[in-house]
């Protein structure tokens, strides 16, 4: 409410503002979270919308879907529907289209659940001011227990028809020479082999991802968010949003609107905070300090603020198989494999072998290729509209297209086999429109000092994947997760008396 002070207010519920609320409560703060979006709760039916037909529920205030894979038989697949605050956000940022989690929870609510660790050389290149040998010893293994990561029964992989499109996919890339590995995950696999058997209500077996998950997935609100409430100490307001963040005395004074389900804003309110850490993702958080800092309400923040920003190097693809080589019909929702060619200095790229659940065998692999693709773009005021966009340009993808053909040009030459070009709207052959994986904005120990304090605003903090570096090789949660693992324990120990 209006006049509130707070020790500690969070901006965002997703990875970073979760491990900050728990290792806050847990030193006994009294930690106040503010989400846009809605709480979805833990219910285990009627929740969340249907993958196939998604209805408002899937989408964050728009008036029509914007399905990743747009299109099908060059027909786009997208409808009309009412504008509400739903789960998923295809943020138009100029040259791309930044697909985020809403909800308590953030981008646990609609991911695929694929939790990576990074190769140790690579991470250590790209963050040296970051002890490694405590990442990997104490932070990356206290991330993995935090998030419930699980590995596949390879026995049963091997078996179920479920992943036969995965077996397909390594088939294929093993027979071009590449190397295939099993992609650890945060949904329940033994949970997934009882939905195999019949036994318990299906959810990645029905094709449940991105548009919320019943059942299986450990998404923040089973992990992070669950423990940090059973404190008593997290309080989180929903469907409020951050507006503005300015010195107040010896704190923050936060404003932030009151929406309603359909994002009319109904009230304004200001609090004041002692601390308040930015968990907002890369582009939240990156829109909100280059806003403050161009509108002079944080003028000490570092000129770093609002640089460094990647797409992880996404591209999707799809190949059309031979009759010989079938994916299914029945497919899970959650990938377990990828592709790493990372090694080939030619054009490092790990593509995982994303399923295609459409109930028939369409005989399609479906790919989504993280590149070492070095492109950079910027976030950036406009005093005419007084919004924030970013330098991103579509022909920036063009190296990670170029990195991701040395794995797919070399399949299809080797099978004799083509590429849809159906599925992304226009005979395109790549999905390079779009990114799941938004990174960098607030880079560590640029924009920040080494543990995520902004520079020239004390008390002020940056705890998401704004942090990283706009390209990590691998799919980020996990990494988000363990230097916000790594970062609170700093800030517990020496900001918070
Ligand atoms: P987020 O999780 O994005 O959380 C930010 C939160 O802040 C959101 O809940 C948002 O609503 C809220 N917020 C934003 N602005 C404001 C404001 N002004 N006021 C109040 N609240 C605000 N990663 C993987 O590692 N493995 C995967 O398999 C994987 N699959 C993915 C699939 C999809 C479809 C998508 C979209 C992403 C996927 N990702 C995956 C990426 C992963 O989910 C993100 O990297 C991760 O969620 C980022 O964490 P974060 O803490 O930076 O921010």
């Not at 009319?264 to 939240?284: C, Q, Y």
């Not at 800092?293 to 799809?318: D, I, Y």
């Not at 080939?344 to 790229?349: F, I, L, R």
């Not at 004390?458 to 390209?471: E, I, K, W």
């Amino acid at each position: 409410n209006t006049g509130d002070r707070v020790p500690a207010l969070i901006i965002g519920s997703g990875y970073g503002g979760a491990v900050t609320a728990l290792r806050l409560a847990q030193a006994g703060i009294d930690t106040h979270i503010v989400e846009m979006g809605r709480d979805w709760g833990t219910a285990t039916s009627g929740v969340f919308t249907s993958t196939t037909a998604p209805d408002k529920r899937g989408f964050w205030l728009r008036n029509r879907t914007a399905q990743p894979v747009s299109h099908f038989m060059g027909v786009s697949i997208d409808k009309d529907i009412e504008k509400y605050v739903g789960i998923l956000d295809a943020e138009n940022m100029g040259g791309i289209n930044v697909y985020q989690g809403r909800g308590v929870g953030g981008g646990s609510l609609v991911n695929g659940g694929m939790a990576v660790t990074p190769r140790r050389g690579y991470f250590e290149e790209l963050l040296p001011s970051v002890d490694s040998n405590e990442m990997y010893n104490v932070f990356f293994p206290r991330a993995n227990a935090g998030l419930g990561v699980n590995n596949i029964d390879t026995a049963w992989f091997e078996s179920t028809e479920w992943y036969k499109f995965a077996r397909t996919g390594r088939k294929t890339a093993e027979r071009s020479g590449f190397k295939t590995v099993f992609v650890p995950n945060v949904y329940d696999m033994n949970y997934m082999k009882q939905e195999a058997a019949g036994s318990v209500p299906k959810s990645a077996l029905a094709g449940e991802v991105i548009f919320g998950n019943h059942h299986g997935k450990k998404s923040l609100p089973k992990t992070y968010l669950g423990q940090a409430a059973s404190t008593g100490k997290v309080t989180i307001t929903t469907l409020h949003r951050v507006t503005k963040v300015v010195p107040s005395g010896a704190g923050y004074s936060v404003e932030m609107e009151q929406i309603d389900e359909q994002g009319n804003v109904v009230a304004t309110k200001t609090v004041t905070a002692d601390k308040v850490f930015f968990a907002a993702g890369s582009v939240g958080t990156s829109k909100l300090l280059v806003a403050m800092k161009a509108q002079g309400h944080l003028p000490n923040l570092s000129g770093e603020v609002g640089q460094g920003w990647g797409n992880n190097g996404n591209v999707m693809v799809a190949r059309a198989n031979h009759l010989w080589d079938a994916t299914g019909s029945k497919q899970s929702s959650i990938p377990t494999m990828g592709i790493d060619n990372w090694d080939d200095a030619g054009g490092p790229a790990f593509a995982e072998i994303a399923p295609f659940p459409a109930g028939a065998d369409l005989f399609i692999s479906l790919y989504l290729a993280i590149t070492k693709n070095p492109q950079r773009a910027q976030f950036q005021y406009n005093s005419s509209t007084g919004k924030v966009g970013l330098s991103w340009q579509a022909s920036q993808n063009q190296p990670g297209i170029n990195m991701a053909k040395r794995i797919f040009d070399k399949i299809n030459s080797k099978e004799g086999t083509i590429y849809r070009t159906d599925m992304f709207g226009g005979y395109k052959v790549w999905g390079d429109g779009l990114t799941y994986h938004p990174l960098g904005g607030a880079i560590l120990n640029k924009a920040t000092d080494n543990h995520g304090r902004l520079h020239g605003h004390p008390g002020l903090y940056v705890m998401d994947g704004s942090l990283v570096p706009g390209n990590l090789g691998v799919n980020p949660f996990v990494t988000i997760t363990a230097l916000a693992e790594r970062n609170i324990a700093n800030i517990v120990a020496n900001d918070m008396h």
